[in-house]
T-cell receptor, first 113, second 112 residues
Framework: DAGVTQSPTHLIKTRGQQVTLRCSPK?????VSWYQQALGQGPQFIFQ???????QRGNFPDRFSGHQFPNYSSELNVNALLLGDSALYLC????????????FGPGTRLTVL | GEDVEQSLFLSVREGDSSVINCTYT??????LYWYKQEPGAGLQLLTY?????DMKQDQRLTVLLNKKDKHLSLRIADTQTGDSAIYFC????????????FGKGTHLIIQP
């Protein structure tokens, strides 16, 4: 049983560009959450998707958007990249209603130059 | 101030017990978690505790929760070199519905 998978592993972009990160949840999970982890910091919650809708959002600007597909996989899109968007982006999956056990993927390391 | 606070570093000798502490501010926190992150890796869920519990034990791990003081601790018995990592405390109010709020993490350093 594969756990949470994310692609790509690493990504380098320049300021002003747009990026799309992908996540496949653990088998049996229907909820996907995205987090941003800056160097030396704890992860910060971006948003959560369930039933193809954004259900909750953290304190992130509208440049951060997402999508969930019928197979529960998800994408995170970031527009107009800033240097400060450089971070590890983590995807976590969970089964709604099951004690919020969120399982994390290995992350995508985004570098903005 | 921070919603979840942790000490940044803890150094222990191999074979000793490690105790990692965390304080949180949200009195409506329902679930509290401990995650482990090794270099270059994602987060591994170690254990969690409901706010109506005060202790949970799982093999070498013991979680203690003092809800009155909003204090959570993780004790690792017989600490090994493989326990060297960053440990994050996290909380949420939801049940499968809320994002997690994390602390900045505690670097656990194991001395031989």
């Amino acid at each position: 049983d594969a756990g949470v998978t994310q692609s790509p592993t690493h990504l380098i972009k320049t300021r002003g560009q747009q990026v799309t990160l992908r996540c496949s949840p653990k088998s049996g999970h229907d909820t996907v959450s995205w987090y941003q982890q800056a160097l030396g910091q704890g992860p910060q919650f971006i948003f959560q998707y369930y039933e193809e809708e954004e259900r909750q959002r953290g304190n992130f600007p509208d440049r951060f958007s997402g999508h969930q597909f019928p197979n529960y996989s998800s994408e995170l899109n970031v527009n107009a990249l800033l240097l400060g968007d450089s971070a590890l982006y983590l995807c976590a999956s969970s089964q709604r209603g099951v004690y919020n056990e969120q399982f994390f993927g290995p992350g995508t390391r985004l570098t903005v130059l | 101030g921070e919603d979840v606070e942790q000490s940044l570093f803890l150094s222990v000798r191999e074979g000793d017990s490690s105790v990692i502490n965390c304080t949180y501010t949200d009195s409506s926190s329902t679930y509290l978690y401990w995650y482990k992150q090794e270099p270059g890796a994602g987060l591994q869920l170690l254990t969690y505790i409901f706010s109506n519990m005060d202790m949970k034990q799982d093999q070498r791990l013991t979680v203690l929760l003092n809800k009155k003081d909003k204090h959570l601790s993780l004790r690792i018995a017989d600490t090994q070199t493989g326990d060297s990592a960053i440990y994050f405390c996290a909380e949420t109010r939801g049940r499968g519905a809320d994002g997690l709020t994390f602390g900045k993490g505690t670097h656990l350093i194991i001395q031989p």
